[in-house]
């Protein structure tokens, strides 16, 4: 059970965005961080991206820089409306993650942040088929999320952090392998690293030719 302060953090956008800019100083900043689970990967202008669990556009409006052919989806109606005032420049869909209203192998680039923390493990498992599908083949699916830290220096960070604002599936996540699960999935893993003290990590995995 998460505290008031996280239906807060949703209600308000600026108490939002502050936790968030807070959050990514271990990295060097919002943007830094918005950007760690893109680098090196072969975007082009014509790439077609999906921004999974967009939010309110935080990530979106540094995808538009890499392509022009970039869709926000999200549950939410109420952060898909600000997404549309804050990333005018993508499209959104709103539909579940886990079933997504999306055609089969139409994106290059499947992107999410910090959004499968809030999952249980059959939620991930139908996610991750479901990303799966809407990828061409050779597609990438790349993500940043949190980690259980390896340096004891985050520890109490992070820790604060998911008791003031975080529910039971963020500790789920800490002790999941989402490598593993990501290759039970058919993905192959191209990259797997860790930042601000093994507290954030990032995934990027390859659909396979089919």
Partial sequence: ?????????????????TISRLAAIPVGGEKKFRELALLDL?????????????????????????????TGLDISPLSLEKAKKNVPQAKYIEGFAQKMPLPDQYFDIVHTSVALHEMTTDELEAIFAEVYRVLKPEG??????????????????IFAFMWLFETDTAWQLLKTDLS????????????????????LQVIQAKKPLI
């Fill in 1 to 17: 059970m998460a505290t008031f302060l996280r239906p807060l953090s949703y209600k308000y956008q600026w108490l939002y965005d």
């Fill in 42 to 70: 072969p975007i082009t202008k014509d790439s077609k991206i999906l921004d999974l669990c967009c939010g309110a556009g935080q990530t979106t409006k540094f995808l538009v820089n890499y392509s022009t052919n970039v």
């Fill in 140 to 157: 990438i699916f790349t993500f940043i999320d949190l980690h259980k830290p390896h340096n004891p220096l985050f520890i109490p960070g």
């Fill in 180 to 199: 593993v699960k990501l290759i039970d999935s058919g993905f192959s893993i191209l990259k797997q690293k860790l930042y601000a003290g093994g507290s």
